[in-house]
């Protein structure tokens, strides 16, 4: 099986998100997801300016659970697409479009070989996809073909110095939550191989600068959530 497939896979078990949809109805799920996805990554807001995409041709690629794709249909774009490389984000964003009083324009596709005509969007947005492909910059290179001249892309992947690096590396590698998790997954996409085993991996270091400190205040939440500090 090749990566690609692998990682299709991976995803396609549960969307990026799925841990938060709390809910007796689907609709509480999607709604619950939502809320504790803006709560956790307030940034979201100001580095994807929804208000923009009003009258313009917007392409998201990796909808997801669809929480941000709702949010660009209700900006009122002239036209909006949403893409995906596993059928199970498709269906769930396309039930909270649907619910939401939208008739989305969805599809399963790859972004290393995006199936649109060259200069066909005014804003691409991309929020913490892109980097899990295995040839990111074939993507990119996608991204720059599709949009138009002049165009805007607003795309976000991990660094891997950075403050949502390091409290992933803290849920991941230090954390009681994540040592269970590496224990139990063996070989995915998503994590290095690990044994499955009741061991835990020792923990590494992550060095940060004193002004990537001064940052943690504002994501009190997350990091509280973390280390289940009450």
């Known amino acids: 099986m090749s990566l690609k497939a692998q990682v299709r896979d991976f995803w ?3 969307s990026c998100g799925e841990v938060y949809a709390d ?31 009003r009258g313009r041709a917007v392409l998201e690629i990796g909808v997801g659970m669809g929480a941000d794709h709702l949010r660009w249909a209700q900006a009122g774009p002239r036209l909006l697409v949403g893409m995906d490389l596993t059928p ?3 269906d769930h964003t396309r039930f909270r479009s649907s619910d939401a009083g939208f008739t989305p324009r969805l599809l399963v596709a790859d972004s290393e070989l995006l199936p649109f005509e060259s200069a066909s969007f005014d804003l691409v947005y991309s ?24 165009g805007v892309a607003r795309v976000m992947i991990y660094h891997s110095r950075s403050i949502t ?24 996409p998503a994590h290095p191989t690990v044994e499955p085993t009741e061991k835990v991996r020792p923990a ?22 973390i280390f289940q500090i009450r």
């Not at 060095?207 to 994501?219: H, I, S």
């Open 127 to 150: 929020w913490g996809v892109i980097h899990h492909t295995p040839d990111t910059s074939a993507a990119v290179r996608e991204i720059h073909r599709v949009l138009k001249p002049g």
């Open 165 to 188: 690096a390091a409290l992933l590396w803290a849920r991941w590698a230090v954390s009681e939550e994540g040592q269970q998790a590496y224990a139990q997954a063996g070989e995915t």
């Open 88 to 90: 199970r984000a498709v």
């Open 23 to 53: 809910g007796t109805s689907r609709r509480e799920q999607l709604e619950a997801q939502a809320r504790t996805r803006y709560q956790l990554e307030p940034y979201i807001e100001s580095f994807a300016r929804f208000d923009e995409g």
């Open 204 to 225: 590494m270091p992550y060095m940060l600068t004193a002004e990537e400190v001064k940052e943690f205040p504002r994501y009190e939440k997350l990091w509280k959530e």
């Open 12 to 14: 396609n078990e549960a």
